[in-house]
């Protein structure tokens, strides 16, 4: 009698460790969740109700507004700029990412040829540059490419392979606009897909290289076929990063060519920011914000899927 009263007491009491336990996670996760819910879920609620109401700069002063319904939806999906601004932020999204992903892998493969002393320098170097503020790297480098005194256009001109550029202004042709911006945006993202790249070459086990040397294949061969797989699910998470942030780019397109030349340069996130801030038309700005983060979640679920998918192929 005595064992099993024991035993039923040892057993009664697990299940109140347990649950205090869990009351102790919550309580711990509880000042966290205020935070998010205080910064974060609150926000984007205000943004999903405003985009169904006529908020614009009356509003601001007096308070007043109507709740509209879907009208501001309708409206975006029967401008035709709305489309265009779509069209050039996807087509651009895609040429940023690409280009910040295939240099940022072969930044971080140079990285592992690189002995000890100038990998950290690079290393610093690219930690740096991460670090300069978007809105201050963006500045020097609409001045780089200013016409008269542009550091760029005095380097081009003396190549000699582009005529005179002395007076070329970047920001007021459509493709040196986009180019000017492309360039300052890979820049940006490189060091960090690079040093994320490298950490995950470090962790590669070498004598799978080594076989593959043995076997005959060649350099190409060798990371193609060994080094590539290996990094699909770090891969995958800096090109889902680098969609976010290259989708939702604002500061560098708006400090070197506001949208222009004629909106030839306005994606969503500028096309939101003329509406809802110079044009003072707050409710339509907010449901351009809602549909630029449906298609944002919506690509990140399927990034997510693929991640997971592979992870569990490894």
């Given at each position: 009698m005595t064992i099993?009263?024991?035993?039923g ?7 109140s ?8 996670v ?10 998010m819910?205080t910064v974060a879920?609150?926000p984007?609620a205000?943004?999903?109700y405003?985009?169904?109401?006529d908020?614009n ?16 939806y309708?409206?975006l999906?029967?401008?035709?700029e ?5 069209v ?5 999204t ?11 892998a072969a930044?971080?493969q140079?990285m592992?040829r690189?002995a000890?002393?100038?990998?950290t ?5 690219m930690v740096?540059?991460w ?6 790297s963006s500045?020097v480098?609409?001045w ?11 380097l081009?001109?003396q190549t000699?392979?582009?005529g005179?550029?002395?007076?070329t202004?970047w920001?007021?042709?459509?493709h040196?606009a986009y180019?000017?911006i492309?360039?300052l945006?890979?820049w940006?993202?490189v060091?960090?897909i ?8 470090t962790q590669?086990p070498?004598?799978?290289?080594e ?6 294949a060649?350099?190409w061969r060798v990371?193609?076929?060994i080094?590539v797989?290996?990094?699909r699910?770090t891969?995958l998470?800096?090109?889902l990063m680098?969609?976010i ?7 560098q397109?708006?400090?070197v060519?506001?949208g222009?030349p ?17 044009g003072f038309?707050?409710?339509?700005g907010?449901?351009?914000?809602v ?7 919506t690509?990140t ?11 569990e192929?490894?």
């Amino acid at each position: 009698m005595t064992i099993r009263s024991t035993a039923g007491g040892r057993g009664s009491s697990r299940p109140s460790l347990h649950r205090r336990r869990e009351r102790a996670v919550w309580w711990l996760l509880a000042p966290a969740g205020l935070v998010m819910l205080t910064v974060a879920v609150a926000p984007i609620a205000f943004l999903i109700y405003t985009s169904f109401t006529d908020y614009n700069q009356r509003s601001l002063f007096t308070g007043a507004y109507n709740a509209v319904g879907l009208q501001q939806y309708t409206r975006l999906l029967s401008d035709s700029e709305f489309w265009f601004a779509l069209v050039r932020s996807v087509v651009f999204t895609a040429a940023m990412v690409a280009g910040s992903v295939a240099a940022g892998a072969a930044v971080a493969q140079l990285m592992t040829r690189l002995a000890t002393g100038m990998r950290t320098v690079v290393t610093v170097v690219m930690v740096l540059a991460w670090a300069m503020p978007t809105v201050a790297s963006s500045l020097v480098w609409k001045w780089l490419f200013q016409p008269g005194y542009g550091v760029v256009n005095w380097l081009l001109e003396q190549t000699g392979l582009f005529g005179d550029m002395t007076n070329t202004d970047w920001a007021h042709d459509p493709h040196l606009a986009y180019t000017a911006i492309w360039l300052l945006v890979v820049w940006q993202a490189v060091p960090f897909i690079a040093l994320t790249l490298y950490a995950a070459l470090t962790q590669m086990p070498l004598e799978l290289h080594e076989a593959a040397r043995l076997d005959g294949a060649s350099e190409w061969r060798v990371w193609w076929a060994i080094t590539v797989p290996f990094l699909r699910p770090t891969l995958l998470l800096v090109t889902l990063m680098s969609v976010i942030w290259d989708f939702n780019i604002f500061n560098q397109i708006w400090l070197v060519s506001a949208g222009g030349p004629d909106s030839a340069t306005t994606t969503l996130g500028v096309f939101a920011y003329k509406a809802a801030f110079v044009g003072f038309e707050i409710g339509r700005g907010a449901a351009l914000s809602v549909i630029t983060t449906a298609l944002l979640v919506t690509l990140t679920a399927f990034y997510i899927r693929s991640l997971l998918r592979s992870g569990e192929d490894l």
